[in-house]
C-alpha cells in the first residue's frame, strides 16, 4: 500500500486504524505517521497521553502538543517516567505546554529527565490563576531547562510571572543556540538579564512586548543579534531613538518590528530604520509613538518599499 499523504490529522488516522485489519498493519508499519501526538484542547489530554505512549506505534514521538489541556497533571508525567512508555519520548524534540496550570517546577524536572533532545519548549500563560496555593514555575525550571537543553532552539516563557533575572541569565549563558525567545508580558527582568541576550548570536526572533525596564543600553547590547528578524518592542516604555537607532544600525536583516506605544522615540528612529532597513522591513507598527511624524501609508512605503503591514495591535 502506497501511503498518499503524511499529514493527515490524528484523528483520521486513527479512524483508518479501525477500517480493516490489513489497513491497519499498514498504517502502523510506516513509523513516519506516528512522530506526532496532538492533545491540545482536549479532555482527559494526560490519559490520553499516557494511554498513547504505550503503544508500540509511538515509540519515536518527536512531536507533543499539550495546549491549552487543562487537565494534564504532573502525576501523568510522573506515570510516564516510571512506566516503560518512558522511553517513547527519549527523541523528543518539541514540546508545548501552553496553559498547562498544574505544571509546576516539578512538572519540569520530569520533563528534562524523560525528554535529553527538546528543541522547541513551549509554556506560554503557566501563571496559576486557578491554583494559586500551588507553587508555579520559577527560575528553578529555567535551571533544569538550561542544564538540560543546551541545544535548545525555540523557547517561550510568556506570563511565566515568577521569572527573574537570575533565571533568565541561566538560560542565555547556557542555551547559546536559541534562535526563537519569546519573553512577551515580563515585566520583572532587568537590564542586567536583558544585556547577556546579546549571547544568542543566532536569535532571529525576540518578543520582548511589554519589558517596562529594558533601558536604551539593554537594547543596545540586543543589537549584538545581528541576525534578528523580528524584534516585538511594544510598550517598552523606557526606550528611545538611542536604542532604536543602534538596532537599525545592527541588525539590517529586520522584517518585524514593533515599537508601538513608545513615546521615546521620534523621527530619528524612524530615518535610521529606512537607512539600514528600507529593503527587508515588511511590518513596522510604530502606532501610539507620539514623537514620530503621523504619515500616510504612501508616505511610509517611500521609507520602506517593501512595507506590506502597518499595524500589529489594535
Not at 480493516?20 to 501526538?37: A, G, K, Q, T
Not at 505546554?97 to 520530569?110: A, F, P, R, Y
Not at 526563537?180 to 536583558?194: E, G, I
Request: charged share 20%; net charge positive.
Amino acid at each position: 500500500m502506497n501511503i498518499v499523504s503524511t499529514r493527515l490529522p490524528q484523528r483520521d488516522l486513527i479512524s483508518l486504524l479501525l477500517v480493516s485489519p490489513w489497513i491497519n498493519r499498514n498504517l502502523i508499519s510506516h513509523p513516519s505517521l506516528w512522530l506526532v501526538l496532538d492533545f491540545h484542547e482536549m479532555n482527559n489530554a494526560g490519559d490520553r497521553l499516557v494511554s498513547a505512549l504505550s503503544l508500540s506505534r509511538y515509540q519515536n514521538v518527536k512531536h507533543i502538543n499539550l495546549e491549552f489541556a487543562r487537565d494534564i497533571e504532573e502525576k501523568h508525567l510522573e506515570i510516564v517516567k516510571n512506566k516503560v512508555c518512558g522511553h517513547c519520548i527519549r527523541n523528543l524534540e518539541v514540546l508545548n505546554l501552553n496553559g498547562c496550570q498544574k505544571i509546576s517546577d516539578t512538572g519540569i524536572e520530569l520533563i528534562t529527565y524523560n525528554c535529553p533532545k527538546l528543541k522547541v519548549f513551549s509554556i506560554y500563560w503557566n501563571v496559576r490563576v486557578l491554583y494559586a496555593k500551588l507553587q508555579n514555575l520559577t527560575d528553578e525550571s529555567l535551571k533544569l531547562i538550561a542544564e538540560n537543553y543546551q541545544g535548545l532552539q525555540m523557547l517561550n516563557l510568556t506570563r511565566c510571572i515568577k521569572l527573574t533575572d537570575r533565571g533568565l541569565q541561566m538560560i542565555l549563558l547556557k542555551c547559546s543556540s536559541l534562535r526563537s525567545l519569546n519573553l512577551y508580558a515580563l515585566s520583572s527582568f532587568t537590564d542586567v538579564a536583558y544585556k547577556k541576550i546579546s549571547l544568542l548570536i543566532h536569535l532571529q526572533f525576540l518578543d520582548l512586548c511589554g519589558a517596562q525596564n529594558l533601558s536604551d543600553d539593554g537594547l543596545s547590547c540586543i543589537s549584538k543579534c545581528k541576525n534578528l528578524v523580528s524584534l516585538n518592542l511594544t510598550w517598552c516604555v523606557r526606550v528611545t531613538d538611542e536604542g532604536v537607532i543602534a538596532i537599525a544600525e545592527s541588525c539590517r536583516s529586520l522584517e518585524f518590528l514593533s515599537l508601538f506605544g513608545i513615546v521615546g522615540v521620534t523621527d530619528k528612529s524612524l530615518e535610521a530604520l529606512s537607512s539600514s532597513c528600507s529593503n527587508t522591513i515588511t511590518t513596522l507598527d510604530v502606532n501610539g509613538c507620539i514623537g514620530i511624524k503621523r504619515r500616510s501609508h504612501d508616505q511610509l512605503l517611500r521609507l520602506f518599499p517593501k512595507l506590506r503591514c502597518f499595524k500589529v495591535h489594535s
